[in-house]
């Protein structure tokens, strides 16, 4: 499963002890993530986790355009719901596209608990399914 990552910074000591609690699973799993939360995670966790931009010079906006393109199979998005800025429509935006495709999106940690617990299980085995679905009729066409 393809995975995503993104924590504001008062969020990323959060979703790094998240993500050591659950390494074993993360680990089997392609993950990517905005920058600094990247390679926070990667040196906190030893994860191998595949670093975009930093979220305010475009890293979310790359993780919405994989989304789009229904590359993105769960969200890991640990916001400050605090911070009012112009940056909140990006986030709204990268919500609306998850549920738009179906992507589960986990916006704090005990939705991100049940998610990564399902993952495990072989409850979210149906985005693998989904994808090969759209992959072959894109190929059909």
């Known amino acids: 499963m393809e995975i995503a990552i993104i ?4 969020r990323k000591d959060l979703m790094t002890e998240f993500c050591i609690a659950y390494c074993g699973i993360l680990c089997r799993h392609h993950l990517c993530a905005t920058g600094t939360t990247g390679r926070y995670l990667a040196e906190a966790t030893g994860l191998d986790i595949e670093i975009m931009l930093a979220g305010t010079h475009g890293g979310t906006q790359q993780i919405a355009s994989r989304i789009s393109y229904n590359e993105i199979d769960l969200l890991l ?7 009012d800025n ?3 429509d990006v986030q709204i935006n990268l919500i609306r596209m998850c549920d738009k495709q179906n992507i589960p999106v986990a916006t704090n940690i005990a ?31």
């Open 7 to 10: 924590a504001s910074d008062k």
């Open 77 to 83: 998005y640990f916001r400050d719901t605090d911070d």
């Open 86 to 88: 112009e940056y909140s």
């Open 111 to 141: 939705t991100a608990e049940a998610l990564v617990l399902a993952l495990d299980r072989g409850d979210l085995d149906w985005r693998m399914l989904l994808r090969q679905n759209q992959q072959n009729q894109q190929n059909d066409k």
